[in-house]
């Protein structure tokens, strides 16, 4: 499965910042501005084929410099193989470009990583809550939330007639 990693360091060179393979989970960190090129091109090279997105998640760490991570799990159908890209992005602006033009499926991931870590993602149609209300405060699966934080919850109005 090596094959989709040399594949990507041939074809983008320096944007494919790391790459490791252990036990047939093969994956690479790429620069995030071009991640809608490298998974446009693991989706439509031949032999690749990685035509089904499996998962988007993000991911907190707070000791980087780099705090959060959107990762990627992409599957090929065709091959029986999987993928992980990983792409790195900074607390001060946590901004990646949207996937959703390449899967469907993506709307949905990018709305939980927003709602649950604010991670943005520009040309995303429909950025918006999706996991907690739209007062919520905070973003819960930051490692800094509070533990004990409980948020109030919008009721409606016993006195106004639906």
């Known amino acids: 499965m090596q094959l989709a990693l040399n ?10 910042l790391e790459t490791h393979s252990c036990l047939g989970n093969e994956t690479a960190v790429v620069e995030k501005e071009k991640i809608v090129e490298v998974i446009r091109f693991l989706r439509d090279t031949q032999g690749l084929e990685f035509n089904f997105m499996m998962d988007l998640a993000g991911a907190d760490y707070p000791e980087r410099s780099e705090r959060f991570e959107v990762i990627y799990h992409l599957y090929s159908l065709s091959t029986k193989k999987r ?3 990983k792409v790195r992005v900074p607390e001060a602006n946590p901004v990646v470009p949207s996937i959703t033009s390449l899967y469907k499926a993506a709307n949905w991931f990018e709305r ?3 709602d649950m870590y604010g991670i943005r993602f520009d040309g995303h149609p429909n950025l918006k809550r999706i996991l ?5 405060e905070g973003y819960p699966l930051r490692k800094d939330y509070p533990v004990n934080k409980r948020p109030k919850i919008p009721t409606p109005d016993p006195l106004i007639k639906v």
């Open 112 to 114: 939980e990583a927003f």
């Open 83 to 85: 993928v992980r890209i």
């Open 7 to 16: 594949r990507l360091k041939e074809t983008f060179g320096d944007s494919i």
């Open 132 to 136: 907690t209300f739209d007062e919520f």
